[in-house]
């Protein structure tokens, strides 16, 4: 009896740790059709918000460089240097938290692509343990270009408005490849909460937030871009 427990154990743990693996090498290779954020979205969507959705997939060669540097300089400065997790905001996050699990974010670009692409919006601990599990499987077989492609493809830029190509051609009416730093900005402004903000027109926060990425963009340079 004890036997088979642990034989059953041990095939449990073992499904728990290689299916991450195989769904991040699948990543890796294929544009994902669906995500966990959109599901969920799909069978929760927020009351007074309309169900239907808007998404077109662009690989990143057909991305503007000033969109890809305005989310890692509104999201993730640190983004081309780390490993997926920043020690530091997690440890934090841990000090400030109930027993409810962690009550914001603080996440960096890679544990939001894991969390969006292969979870669902829940705060515990264990959703928050398999978020960095997929996030350091994520830094060790994709390299930082896959991980910003896929990060801009399937965040959510307003109500059922998915990715960057969709973003664009809602708010400014021209693709993603011919954002400019301004409009890049407007759009990385409103990721923190893209069912009350808006990248255009412009409110008096999205105004001052652009205003403030433009100008991280710039310290950051192109430099960061070369390094992904």
């Not at 290779?29 to 662009?58: A, F, M, N």
């Not at 934090?92 to 890679?110: E, F, H, W, Y």
């Not at 973003?167 to 021209?174: G, L, P, T």
């Amino acid at each position: 009896m004890i036997a088979t427990f642990k034989r059953w154990l041990f095939r449990c743990i073992l499904l728990v740790m290689v299916t991450p693996i195989l769904l991040v090498m699948t990543g890796k290779y294929i544009d994902p059709p669906i995500w966990g954020w959109k599901i969920h979205r799909s069978l929760y969507p927020p009351i007074g918000y309309p169900e239907l959705s808007t998404h077109l997939w662009v690989d990143i060669q057909h991305i503007s460089p000033n969109a890809q540097l305005a989310v890692i300089a509104s999201e993730d400065q640190r983004f081309a240097s780390h490993y997926g997790i920043d020690i530091n905001a997690i440890l934090t996050i841990l000090k400030q938290t109930g027993a409810d699990g962690p009550s914001r974010g603080g996440s960096t670009i890679t544990q939001q692509t894991a969390k969006n692409l292969f979870l669902f919006p829940t705060r515990s601990f264990l959703r928050k343990g398999a978020e960095l599990y997929f996030a350091l499987l994520m830094e060790l077989l994709w390299d930082k270009s896959r991980i910003i492609e896929v990060y801009l493809n399937i965040i959510e830029f307003g109500p059922g408005l998915y990715g960057i190509e969709a973003a664009s051609q809602n708010y400014f009416a021209i693709p993603a490849r011919q954002l400019s730093p301004q409009q890049a900005a407007q759009l990385a402004a409103v990721l923190p909460n893209p069912y009350k903000i808006k990248a255009n027109p412009m409110s008096e926060y999205v105004r001052q937030r652009s205003r403030w990425i433009t100008q991280q963009m710039r310290q950051l340079g192109n430099q960061t871009l070369d390094q992904l």
